[in-house]
């Protein structure tokens, strides 16, 4: 259940647009959010750290309308540190359900050599990420209605990992109505051939049958797709086919130099996907 999100800003350009994506939460059951400002205190001495704090404080506090007019009950905290550092020992402090920022959706070389504060959250946290990239926010025509409709149509890729098991659960978890259809979907390794195709594909439609099941007892309009080719298409293929609202998929936490070299689904589908992603660790 996503009951308290935690939503960083850095107050930079992108701002307007997190707040403007996080005003549709209250569709996914949110009530209360930790609104976050990380100062970073390295040179400076105590008094001036005190001031900054405070000054940061009394922005946050201005924002925070933004938020509390669409029902969120608001809480403001200013740790002071290593951005990411903070970010993630907030979340636990605070106990969290997910992480809300959006995404320049960089690219490798970028994460390599600049590094990127929501594609570390995607690899590291401990709570789900729950990502927007900014040109998607920047072009819809009412940002809260990325998440206001997210559940109505719903990739859900799986291959049957821990990960994916942990992502389908999440989803499960969200309040009731708020999936309309969800897509239960399997990319199948195209370089399979004979009997070894057929094993893999009467396994992977059982297991798929089975997470219908379940997605169903909860009164959600599940559907099987079973699929060949390299899993980062076959999903994005998918999002656009489907003209899905969104997508919830696990992540095994690669890291950059990882990515660099063998892929990652997760972050191949948050960099291209036309809906919000949630990436549940």
Same mark, same amino acid.
């Given at each position: 259940? #996503?009951?308290?999100?935690?939503?960083?800003?850095?107050?930079?350009?992108?701002?307007?647009?997190? &707040?403007? =994506?996080?005003?549709?939460?209250?569709?996914?059951?949110? +009530?209360?959010?930790? &609104? $976050?400002?990380?100062?970073?205190a390295s040179g400076m001495e105590g008094p001036v750290i005190a001031k900054k704090v405070d000054q940061v404080r009394d922005r946050l506090r201005e924002i925070a309308p933004r938020l509390e007019d669409v029902g969120l009950g608001v809480e403001i905290r200013v740790p002071t540190g290593d951005a990411f550092d903070q970010i993630t020992a907030l979340a636990t402090e605070m106990h969290v359900d997910a992480i809300v920022s959006g995404s320049h959706a960089k690219s490798i070389m970028d994460q390599l050599f600049v590094g990127s504060i929501s594609e570390r959250l995607l690899r590291d946290a401990s709570v789900p990420a729950l990502l927007g990239r900014f040109d998607l926010i920047r072009n819809a025509k009412d940002p809260a209605d990325l998440l206001g409709r997210f559940g109505e149509k719903l990739i859900m890729p799986t291959d049957f990992s821990l990960a994916a098991s942990h992502a389908f659960t999440t989803a499960m !978890?969200?309040?009731? %109505?708020?999936?309309?259809?969800?897509?239960?979907?399997? $990319?199948?390794?195209?370089?399979?051939?004979? *009997?070894?195709?057929? +094993? @893999? *594909?009467? %396994? $992977? *439609? =059982?297991?798929?049958?089975?997470?219908? $099941?379940?997605?169903?007892? +909860?009164?959600?309009?599940?559907?099987?797709?079973? *699929?060949?080719?390299?899993?980062?298409?076959?999903? #994005?293929? !998918?999002?656009? !086919?489907?003209?899905?609202? %969104?997508?919830? @998929?696990?992540?095994? %936490?690669?890291?950059?130099i990882q990515e660099a070299l063998l892929g990652s689904v997760s972050m191949t589908v948050l960099k291209q996907a036309s809906c919000p992603v949630m990436i549940v660790p």
């Open positions: 259940m #996503l009951n308290t999100v935690l939503v960083p800003t850095d107050f930079s350009d992108d701002t307007d647009l997190v &707040l403007g =994506f996080a005003r549709g939460l209250p569709a996914l059951g949110v +009530r209360r959010v930790v &609104l $976050a400002h990380v100062v970073e !978890e969200l309040p009731k %109505g708020v999936i309309k259809t969800m897509y239960l979907l399997h $990319a199948i390794d195209p370089a399979l051939s004979g *009997e070894k195709l057929r +094993r @893999t *594909e009467e %396994g $992977a *439609e =059982f297991h798929l049958r089975n997470l219908q $099941a379940m997605a169903e007892q +909860r009164g959600i309009a599940a559907k099987v797709v079973l *699929e060949r080719g390299e899993a980062a298409h076959v999903v #994005l293929a !998918e999002i656009d !086919e489907r003209r899905a609202t %969104g997508v919830i @998929t696990g992540t095994r %936490g690669r890291n950059a």
